[in-house]
């Protein structure tokens, strides 16, 4: 396996699941979409909305309150079946790129998964929204150029024949 740059493989076009949970109740319940530059999930609480964008190698996550002061308790987010188009991959890591680091309580991931627990926050200023960008670390298998499998191809051909040269004569 080797590191992931985000040209080489992306979660666009993948086929993800999520879900969404908040004191034991489900909110979002194992939904799979197919992920593209818009929001992925998205759920309308009042006249706000609860939101996971996932980009090529991020996710964001969005809490539009509305004019309620919070969401009314902790939350999780949880996004499984991560595959990555084109190159398999695994991943290593996450990290918070931006937002309120002291509204996370919890982050954590397996090799396809990612687990997000935000606290239940109480909004100063009604209808503040609150944006939260993941990055996510990976490895993927590195895929040998034609060329080299074409230079190791010819050089045990040549070995072989060589070989087979010695023992006929």
């Known amino acids: 396996m080797v ?13 993800v699941r999520g879900q969404l949970g908040s004191n034991s109740f489900s909110i979002l319940d194992e939904t799979a979409v197919v992920t593209d530059p818009g929001t992925e999930f998205s759920r309308v609480i009042g006249d706000g909305s609860l939101s996971l964008d996932v980009k090529s190698d991020s996710f964001d996550i969005i809490y539009d309150v509305g004019s309620f ?43 396809d998964s990612i687990t997000i627990d935000i606290i239940n926050y ?27 499998i074409l230079g190791l191809l010819t050089v045990t051909g040549l070995g072989l024949g060589s070989r087979l040269k010695r023992n006929v004569g």
């Not at 590191?3 to 086929?15: E, G, T």
């Not at 009314?72 to 290593?92: F, M, Q, R």
């Open 3 to 15: 590191a992931n740059s985000p040209a080489q493989a992306a979660l666009l076009a993948d086929s």
């Open 69 to 111: 002061p919070s969401v009314g308790a902790p939350t999780t987010w949880i996004l499984s079946d991560l595959d990555w188009v084109d190159t398999p991959g695994i991943v290593t890591g996450v990290t918070l790129a931006s937002g309120d680091a002291s509204l996370i309580s919890g982050m954590s991931f397996t090799d």
């Open 122 to 148: 109480s909004v100063p200023p009604q209808n503040q929204i609150e944006t939260w960008t993941f990055d996510i670390q990976t490895e993927h298998e590195s895929t040998p150029e034609p060329a080299t």
